[in-house]
C-alpha cells in the first residue's frame, strides 16, 4: 500500500473512504465521492479556510511515491511530541477498534486499519491507542499468553511513524463481545464471591470484585498477581517497542476500565436521565470487610450490612432517604462511616494497581495512566448521588476527588478523563448534571497535586457541538492536560458526515500550515482515497 497526491485540481473522484469504511463492517449506503467539492477538508485552498490552508502538512514525494510528513514541518517539536507537552498544541492520539485483535489473535479490518494509520499519519496525529484484553492474550489457562495479533499490530504503527498506547484491559466488553478469559469465567462459576454484588443479589460478571484483590480465588493465585504475571509477559515480549513505538500504558481498574463500581450498569427507564444507581458491596468478600471495619471503629451493629435505605438503579435522588437532598442519610454519622469505608476501598483498589503498574514498568521510559469517570449525573444535587454510589465520596461539603488524585500522584502516574465533549447544555435539564463543573474540579485536582491530565471523548457522534467542546477543553486555559485521545476508529469515524470534523480537530491543536511548494505536482494512480476536493487529492493505493 502506498499514499500519494495527486497534482490534478480537476482529478477525477475515485472511490473515496469505500476501503475504510466497508473494511470495518460499514452495512449502510457508501457515498463514493466520500467528500464532496464543497468540503472544506482537503488538500488545498477550499472555501472557509481562508487564503492561508489551516494544516500544514508540507508532502515530499519520496522515490517509492509515498508521500511523508516533511521534517520541517515537525521541526523542533517531533521530539516533544512522544514526551512531554509540545509548545504547539496537545498531542493528539486516535483510538483504534475495540477488537482490532480477534479472540482467534488474528488482526480484525486489517486493510483498513493500515489505510487508516496512514491518512492519521498525514493528518499529523501523533499515535494510536490499542486495547490490549486480557480475555484475548490470557484466554486459555493462567499463565498461557498469546501475543501474536498485538505484536502485529504493534509493527504496523511502527511501520507508519506513529506511537502507541497501550490500555490494558482487565474487563470484559458488551459490543463488541470480549468476555473474561475462559478460566477466570469457569473460576467464577464455581465461586460467584469474586464479582461484585448487589443488594438483591445480581452480581455484574464484567470484571472482578475489588474485594478479592488480595485472595487466592484464581487457581491459589490473588487477581494482584495474576495482573501482575500479565503485566510481566507483555514486558517481555514488547520489550523491543517498549520507550520507543509504545510510550504509555494505561492499566484497566473497573467496568470498562474506569475507576469505579459497577453502580449503573442497568440502562435507564426513567426517558433517558439516569438513575442514581446502587452500592455495589454485598458479595461475601466486602460484607466481610465491612464487618470487621465497624467493630474496629466500635459499632458492630453497622457492619451487618449495606445501608438499608439505599437507592436503586433507576431511582432518583428524593425517591430514597438515603442520598435525598435535604435530610438523607449521607449527611449523618453512619452515611460518614458507610461511605468513608467504600471509597477507600476503591482508592486501595487504584493504589494496588497504579503501584504493580509502575514497577513492572519503571526500567522504561513509558507514562502509566489510569482512567476516572466523569459520574457528572445529578452533580447539581447536594449529594451528588451517582457519584456516591460509584465509589467517589464527592459531596457539597467534601471534596472526594483530591484523595483520588493524590494516589496518582504518589505513583507518578496520569490521569485519564473521558467526557471532554460534554456540556451542560445538551445535558437534560432534570438530570441535574454538570460534566463541565465535574471536570473542572478534577482537573483543579490535579494541577495541585501536579498530575498530568489525557482526555478523552465519551461518544463519536461527531455534532458540532460535541467538537466545539473538545476544542474548548483543550485550547483553553490547561496546564495540565497535554495529550487528548479521540475514541475511536472505525465506520463511522471515518463517514463523510464524520471525518471533516475531525480532520478541521486536528487543524485546531496542531495549527499547521499546508507546504504547497513541496506537493507533487504529477497524477496518482487510480486506487480508492480517503477524501477529495477542490485543491489536492489524497489517495490510498493498495497493492
Known amino acids: 500500500m502506498e499514499i500519494s497526491l495527486m497534482g490534478n485540481s480537476q482529478a477525477k473522484l475515485v472511490n473515496a473512504g469505500c476501503l475504510v469504511q466497508r473494511g470495518f463492517g460499514f452495512r449502510g449506503k457508501l457515498n463514493h465521492q466520500i467528500f464532496s467539492r464543497n468540503s472544506t477538508i482537503c488538500f488545498g485552498q477550499t472555501a472557509g479556510w481562508g487564503k492561508r490552508p489551516p494544516i500544514r502538512l508540507a508532502l515530499k514525494a519520496a522515490a517509492n511515491s509515498e508521500a511523508l510528513v516533511s521534517d520541517k514541518v515537525r521541526g523542533s517539536t517531533s521530539a516533544s511530541r512522544s514526551g512531554s507537552k509540545p509548545i504547539d498544541g496537545v498531542r493528539l492520539y486516535v483510538g483504534l477498534p475495540l477488537d482490532a485483535v480477534s479472540d482467534c489473535n488474528t488482526i480484525n479490518h486489517a486493510r483498513a486499519i493500515t489505510a487508516g494509520l496512514k491518512a492519521l499519519k498525514l493528518l499529523g496525529v501523533d499515535g494510536v491507542e490499542l486495547p490490549v484484553w486480557w480475555g484475548i492474550a490470557e484466554k486459555e489457562a493462567m499463565g498461557k499468553y498469546e501475543w501474536s495479533g498485538y505484536l502485529e499490530l504493534a509493527e504496523m504503527v511502527q511501520n507508519a511513524g506513529l506511537k502507541l498506547h497501550i490500555s490494558l484491559c482487565f474487563h470484559a466488553s458488551k459490543d463488541p463481545k470480549i468476555p473474561l478469559p475462559d478460566w477466570v469465567s469457569r473460576i467464577g462459576e464455581s465461586q460467584p464471591s469474586i464479582f461484585f454484588t448487589n443488594r438483591s443479589g445480581e452480581q455484574y460478571r464484567d470484571c472482578l470484585s475489588l474485594s478479592v484483590d488480595d485472595l487466592p480465588v484464581l487457581d491459589g493465585k490473588s487477581p494482584i498477581q495474576a495482573y501482575g504475571n500479565f503485566c510481566e509477559s507483555f514486558k517481555s515480549s514488547f520489550s523491543a517497542f517498549l520507550g520507543s513505538t509504545i510510550t504509555g500504558i494505561s492499566i484497566g481498574l473497573g467496568p470498562e476500565g474506569e475507576l469505579r ?25 466486602m460484607l466481610i470487610n465491612l464487618k470487621q471495619h465497624a467493630e474496629a471503629n466500635g459499632n458492630p451493629l453497622w457492619g451487618l450490612s449495606g ?63 489510569g482512567k476516572v469517570p466523569l459520574m457528572h449525573w445529578w452533580y447539581k444535587t447536594r449529594s451528588h448521588p451517582s457519584e456516591l ?18 494516589i496518582f500522584a504518589k505513583n507518578s502516574c ?29 482537573v483543579m485536582a490535579c494541577k495541585k497535586h501536579g498530575v498530568e491530565v489525557s482526555g478523552q471523548n465519551s461518544s463519536i457522534s461527531g455534532g458540532s457541538n460535541a467538537f466545539d467542546q473538545i476544542k474548548r477543553n483543550l485550547l483553553g486555559d490547561n496546564e495540565v492536560v497535554d495529550l487528548f485521545t479521540y475514541q475511536r476508529m472505525g465506520a463511522a469515524f471515518f463517514s463523510p458526515d464524520h471525518f471533516p470534523k475531525f480532520t478541521e480537530l486536528v487543524r ?32 490510498v493505493r493498495t497493492a
Open 389 to 406: 454510589t460509584a465509589g467517589f465520596y464527592n459531596t457539597v461539603n467534601r471534596d472526594g476527588y483530591n484523595e483520588v488524585v493524590e
Open 414 to 442: 496520569k490521569v485519564i478523563l473521558p467526557g471532554m465533549d460534554l456540556s451542560d447544555e445538551c445535558q437534560p435539564a432534570r438530570a441535574l448534571s454538570s460534566p463541565e463543573s465535574l471536570l473542572r474540579q478534577i
Open 307 to 369: 445501608p438499608h435505605d439505599s437507592p436503586t438503579y433507576d431511582e432518583l435522588p428524593n425517591s430514597n432517604n438515603f442520598v435525598k437532598e435535604n435530610g438523607g442519610s449521607w449527611e449523618t454519622a453512619y452515611g460518614n462511616f458507610f461511605l468513608s469505608w467504600y471509597s477507600n476501598n476503591l482508592t486501595s483498589h487504584l493504589d494496588r494497581l497504579l503501584s504493580l503498574t509502575s514497577s513492572t514498568f519503571s526500567n522504561y521510559p513509558v507514562k502509566i495512566s
Open 261 to 285: 463500581y459497577p453502580s449503573r450498569h442497568q440502562s435507564s427507564k426513567n426517558n433517558q436521565v439516569h438513575g442514581v444507581g446502587e452500592f455495589q458491596c454485598y458479595d461475601e468478600n
Open 508 to 539: 485546531n491543536l496542531n495549527q499547521l500550515e499546508l507546504g504547497l511548494d513541496d506537493l507533487p505536482s504529477e497524477e496518482g494512480e487510480d486506487g480508492e482515497s480517503i477524501y477529495s476536493g477542490q485543491g489536492k487529492d489524497l489517495l
